[in-house]
């Protein structure tokens, strides 16, 4: 929702059409903050008037933070002034943007931009949706290695306005030609620190100053593999490389927390047993969304169908028992929720990278015994409640002599279904992973609709074993 503090602000210097005003607003603030105060309740037209008061380099800072629904209806009413905006726009920005405009509004925008940009779009447009190289920027900050310090300083401090990030700079070579006569990325020699750049003697070479043991990235790995490494490095950005070590870009940590973010939103929609949706859960689209969570219903609507083939297998068995039925829900809710902690925990740590999948022995003989007590835990409680609350209701059914009966058929039932759900919700990710899929697919509901199915079976196995 638009600020607060602003919002009625600037509305009111645009019924007065108080130019000074705005630019102040755009250029005082934190481009975040006048996103915030722009957002919702204003008309593109408007937003245009407001955030055209500043010059063009805080216009496109501003223009990033704006939701990615504005931003496209922004881009449809003012074309021209997107070729301007685009040029200063983060490069890996402009190019989320533009896969999201309708393509006739692409190709009109892409006239507007000088034949260099247009090249670095179609760049970056190459590479594939999940790859690194999709969520790379080519707006890095770069030396010569022959370059002294001051003269890396000066050079810097003119690259400065038009990079993402210089607190890392990179140290390549001349650029080569390649076969056909196009220049080959410039290769990674190695990297320097702003401050070490700045606390150097004036005349260092670049090349004594870098540090050449690189960790970097590869531009067609999986764009997962990002946050793990920034998590165990700590890095501002990260550079990205082809085959020979030439740069294509850099990874920035600004761009990993999107993806983070993004990652941990789909992996929590596909654990509930939705989507993933994209975009934001108001702006998505209607039947985007009643497919992506119908699905999902319907596919454990059908393995909940299971159930009623083992009801009906035991129908001769419930006739007999039928008051022992006020037990079913109790029993197999300890699965459904032993299943779902253990998927929950397994699938995190999955996406940690604290074990992989070819550890499955060591999860299951862990998870195993962590069944077990929990299920020996479940048990004395089921006593407890078989022994002191069974209602009334119940025990004048009993056949004389079967109260102890009773309490192991319970008893029992909550042990191996507890066990069974425990097993069930770590190994069924592990499998997942196994063959290359994502193992939040084993959603909580899908582990929880399994372990009702098998729960009925050890249910009415374990009446039969102490009442027949």
């Known amino acids: 929702m638009p600020h607060p503090l602003f919002s009625p602000e600037v509305r009111m210097m645009?019924?007065?059409?108080?130019?000074?005003?705005?630019?102040?607003?755009?250029?005082?603030?934190?481009?975040?903050?006048?996103?915030?105060?722009?957002?919702?309740?204003?008309?593109?037209?408007?937003?245009?008037?407001?955030?055209?008061?500043?010059?063009?380099?805080?216009?496109?800072?501003?223009?990033?933070?704006?939701?990615?629904?504005?931003?496209?209806?922004m881009a449809e009413k003012a074309r021209p002034q997107m070729g301007q905006l685009l040029t200063k726009m983060s490069h890996d920005d402009r190019v989320d943007l533009l896969k999201r405009l309708p393509g006739r509004v692409t190709e009109s925008v892409m006239r507007l931009v000088d034949e260099a940009d247009r090249k670095d779009?179609?760049?970056?447009?190459?590479?594939?949706?999940?790859?690194?190289?999709?969520?790379?920027?080519?707006?890095?900050?770069?030396?010569?290695?022959?370059?002294?310090?001051?003269?890396?300083?000066?050079?810097?401090?003119?690259?400065?306005?038009?990079?993402?990030?210089?607190?890392y700079v990179y140290v390549v070579d001349d650029a080569a030609r390649r076969g056909d006569g196009s220049l080959a990325p410039r290769r990674l020699l190695g990297v320097i620190s702003l401050r070490d750049l700045i606390l150097a003697p004036r005349h260092a070479l670049v090349r004594d100053l870098m540090e050449t043991d690189l960790v970097t990235l590869r531009y067609d790995q999986d764009k997962e593999a990002v946050a793990q490494l920034f998590a165990r490095y700590d890095f501002i950005a990260a550079p990205v490389v082809d085959d020979s070590f030439g740069l294509l870009g850099i990874v920035t940590h600004d761009d990993v927390l999107d993806l983070v973010q993004r990652e941990a939103t789909e992996d929590l929609q596909r654990q509930a047993g939705v989507g993933p949706i994209e975009g934001a859960y108001l702006e998505a689209g209607f039947w985007q969304v009643?497919?992506?969570?119908?699905?999902?219903?319907?596919?454990?609507?059908?393995?909940?169908?299971?159930?009623?083939?083992?009801?009906?297998?035991?129908?001769?068995?419930?006739?007999?028992?039928?008051f022992l039925m006020v037990f079913v829900p109790l029993c197999l809710s300890v699965g459904g929720n032993a299943g779902s902690q253990a998927a929950t925990l397994v699938i995190r740590a999955l996406a940690l990278g604290e074990f992989r999948a070819r550890d499955w022995l060591r999860v299951f003989r862990r998870e195993i015994l962590m069944a077990a007590a929990l299920a020996a835990g479940l048990g004395a409680l089921s006593v407890v409640r078989t022994s002191f609350f069974t209602p009334e209701s119940v025990l004048v059914k009993l056949p004389p002599g079967f109260f102890w009966n009773l309490n192991a058929a319970i008893t029992g039932a909550v042990m191996g279904i507890c066990l069974c759900g425990a097993v069930i919700g770590a190994m069924l990710p592990l499998g997942i992973k196994a063959l290359g899929r994502d193992p939040a697919l084993m959603s909580t509901p899908l582990i929880a609709t399994l372990s009702d199915v098998l729960g009925i079976i050890i249910f009415f196995n374990c009446v039969r074993l102490f009442f027949f």
């Open 14 to 73: 645009l019924a007065e059409e108080n130019a000074p005003g705005l630019r102040e607003f755009c250029e005082s603030l934190h481009p975040a903050t006048v996103a915030e105060a722009l957002d919702d309740d204003f008309t593109p037209e408007q937003l245009w008037e407001v955030i055209s008061q500043a010059e063009i380099r805080t216009q496109a800072a501003v223009f990033e933070y704006l939701p990615p629904a504005t931003q496209v209806e």
């Open 290 to 322: 009643w497919w992506s969570r119908g699905k999902w219903l319907a596919i454990l609507f059908i393995l909940q169908m299971g159930t009623i083939n083992v009801m009906a297998h035991f129908e001769n068995d419930l006739e007999r028992v039928t």
């Open 121 to 167: 779009i179609a760049t970056l447009f190459s590479y594939g949706e999940n790859t690194v190289g999709s969520i790379m920027t080519t707006d890095y900050a770069w030396l010569p290695a022959t370059a002294t310090a001051a003269e890396a300083v000066d050079q810097l401090r003119a690259q400065a306005p038009d990079k993402e990030t210089i607190y």
